[in-house]
């Protein structure tokens, strides 16, 4: 099942399941009591922390949810949050999921400094989704801006281009046509 956020980041491949860790995980848990599939597959736009050029596709399978107070020392959490459904999280790009856009590269920074170079809203919540229903999943994610000051406005000028390109990688790939 190929799955993405949906509004304005919809495709007639996939299933929209919300904007966001709350509205991804509440629509997402619903799909999997109702049809679970074989596999999951979320696909969407993020922001680079630096490592990542705009345009670029990743793919990844590992996301965590590390909120600024974490980078700052101002916060805590005692949940997990990191979770990957690959074999070799070594050489996974690490995709941090937050309700918030970072505008801040110095923030971005310690982002990267953490191993985390993508922001994308949702995908912490498919993984966990997915591994409490025993589901294999992954992401497939079109890098539209940079994590600073400008990350809105970008993401605005890029975000039909980065979903042309998403179904064309995959048309490519073989899982749409």
């Known amino acids: 099942m190929i799955l993405c956020a949906g509004d304005s980041e919809s495709f007639p491949f996939a299933v929209p399941i919300g904007i966001g860790m709350v509205n991804a995980a509440i629509h997402l848990s619903r799909l999997m009591l109702m049809n679970p599939p074989e596999y999951l597959l979320f ?6 922390y630096g490592n990542h050029q705009i345009f670029d596709m990743v793919e990844s399978k590992t ?8 980078l700052t020392g101002t916060a805590y959490t005692p949940l997990n949050n990191v979770i990957s459904a690959a074999e070799d999280v070594s050489r996974e790009t690490i995709v941090n999921s937050s309700n918030y856009i970072t505008t801040d590269k110095e923030i971005a920074s310690k982002y990267l400094a953490k191993r985390l170079e993508l922001e994308n809203m949702e995908f912490f919540s498919v993984l966990a989704v997915a591994r409490e229903f025993d589901i294999p999943a992954g992401g497939l994610f079109c890098v539209t801006n ?11 000028k890029n975000q039909a281009k980065a979903m042309e390109l998403i179904e064309t990688y995959l048309k490519d790939k073989g899982l749409v046509s």
């Open 146 to 156: 940079y994590c600073d000051e400008k990350a809105h406005e970008t993401f605005l």
């Open 43 to 48: 696909v969407g736009t993020a922001g680079s």
């Open 63 to 70: 996301a965590a949810n590390i909120e600024q107070g974490f």
